[in-house]
């Protein structure tokens, strides 16, 4: 066990695959191990460096084997991908992931803090509350459109339709599909209130971490934005610059470059889709304040928005926003509206 350099373990529900090795490569152990008896295995190696895929439960792991002494880094998948040999099972992705650990060039991502995790599945949770509530929106509008009883698109347009419905005297709608319906908008109201208890859990949060306040002044992230990067990026070091922060968001161009000749195409989506929509959500929010006349419209953006087409524009500036929140995380310093205008100016 004294020989045991780097350990690459395949994590999984109840079946763990665990591959060491030594410092010239050879292979000391390479077995299954039952989850409960994962930690009583690695408790007996000498501290050493560890690899695991970052998924689901990888944090805890991650965790638990810091306690024990070793030294985790976890891995995107994507990048493991690559050193797996012919055929795929627990032994030979295992062994992709002792090989991959040990590379200079490869990238890791952070462990997360069981503060952190928390956050984020306040995030998660609010988002599928949110889909939730946005099908039944859509399920209420449709039922009464059969009937005649139409309304705009959009959650504020909802309450002329619950008043219709609330409405027994209304003879548009008969009896029959308002007792249908009925369940749906009391589903709707649960919902929202569920969804401001999360918002006010996560303004709560916010007010209490220093990243996300930070974050909160650029234009364009708000608390839920705010907290959502604090909590996701562990380690803002780990980007060398903010295009790629921005590239790691996928909010920059696809690549299909050869021969000197570069081809770039549409953005390439990669990363994390949750802080990506996010950061166009609220690009989209400043550019339609900026042709209002707002005081946080950008000049580079309205020149911008003369020849390109809206949505792409908001892109942009969501690539831009990623740019500057990495440069607040990275130096500590909340961002100075002036000093981007006078930049922009010169």
């Not at 689901?56 to 024990?68: G, N, P, Q, Y």
């Not at 109201?189 to 709560?204: H, P, S, T, V, Y």
Request: proline share 5%.
């Amino acid at each position: 066990m004294k020989q045991i350099t780097t350990v690459g373990i395949d994590l999984a529900k109840r079946v763990f695959q665990v591959h060491a090795i030594d410092a010239h490569g050879a292979v000391i152990v390479s077995k299954a191990v039952r989850r409960a008896g994962l930690l009583q295995l690695l408790a007996k190696f000498p501290p050493c460096l560890i690899g695991m895929e970052a998924c689901a439960s990888s944090h805890h792991w991650a965790r638990e084997l810091i306690k024990l002494g070793h030294q985790v880094k976890l891995i995107p998948p994507a990048y493991v991908k690559a050193y797996v040999r012919r055929q795929k099972n627990d032994a030979a992705d295992a062994a992709a992931i002792c090989e991959a650990v040990g590379r200079p060039s490869m990238r890791f991502t952070p462990v997360k803090t069981c503060d952190q995790q928390a956050v984020l599945m306040l995030h998660r949770t609010r988002a599928l509350l949110v889909s939730q509530r946005t099908a039944l929106i859509c399920a209420l509008r449709a039922h009464m459109a059969e009937f005649g009883i139409v309304a705009p698109v959009g959650p504020r347009n909802v309450a002329p339709l619950l008043e219709i419905l609330a409405d027994s005297a209304d003879t548009r709608l008969p009896a029959l599909a308002r007792q249908a319906l009925r369940p749906l908008a009391r589903r709707m109201a649960m919902l929202r209130l569920e969804i401001e208890r999360l918002d006010r859990r996560l303004l709560d949060w916010h007010r209490s971490n220093a990243v996300s306040q930070r974050l909160a002044t650029i234009p364009g992230i708000g608390p839920i934005t705010a907290t959502a990067l604090a909590a996701t990026i562990v380690d803002p070091s780990m980007f060398r610059s903010g295009r790629e922060f921005a590239a790691f968001l996928g909010l920059v161009p696809r690549q299909s470059s050869s021969g000197g000749k570069e081809r770039l195409g549409r953005i390439s989506k990669m990363g994390d889709r949750y802080l990506r929509t996010l950061l166009v959500v609220g690009a989209t929010a400043v550019l339609r304040h900026a042709k209002s006349g707002g005081s946080s419209s950008r000049v580079w953006a309205e020149a911008l928005l003369i020849k390109k087409p809206f949505k792409l524009v908001a892109v942009a500036l969501a690539n831009k926003s990623a740019r500057i929140a990495w440069a607040v995380m990275a130096r500590g310093e909340a961002f100075r509206e002036g000093v981007e205008a006078r930049a922009l100016a010169a």
